[in-house]
């Protein structure tokens, strides 16, 4: 059974940084994705960035944070990161990390998710 857990958030002032945290365990070689997703109260779940978790070295981002987040991943640990650099107040969400077999920015391609990590960011 697939496991994930998510770590890191909290809150932070605008221009700073945080660093979210997903360790996952239990999955098969055929799950070749990573993402975090964001959710903002009363809205759909959005996807942020991705990561290639089977061996190519890609990532995606979203348009809003490209050039901000930074998506990683240690295969070594079986976690992936999400550095969020330049917070901006819009940034205020529920973050969540999820594992899937496409890589993809849709949550429609993604049903194991972990049970979220909040991140406030204050002016």
């Known amino acids: 059974q697939v496991h994930l857990v998510e770590s890191g958030g909290g809150s932070v002032q605008a221009g700073g940084s945080l660093r979210l945290s997903c360790a996952a365990s239990?999955?098969?070689?055929?799950?070749?994705?990573m993402a975090w997703f964001r959710q903002f109260p009363r809205s759909e779940r959005e996807g942020v960035a991705v990561?290639?978790?089977?061996?190519?070295?890609?990532?995606a981002y979203r348009d809003p944070v490209r050039g901000r987040f930074t998506i990683s991943v240690d295969n070594a640990k079986n976690t992936v990161y999400l550095e969020i650099n330049n917070a901006k107040p819009e940034d205020t969400a529920m973050y969540y990390c999820?594992?899937?077999?496409?890589?993809?920015?849709?949550?429609?391609?993604?049903?194991?998710w972990g049970q979220g990590t909040q991140v406030t960011v204050s002016l």
């Open positions: 999820t594992i899937g077999r496409a890589f993809s920015l849709w949550d429609g391609d993604y049903s194991i």
């Open positions: 239990g999955y098969t070689p055929d799950y070749r994705a």
């Open positions: 990561a290639d978790i089977g061996g190519e070295r890609r990532t």
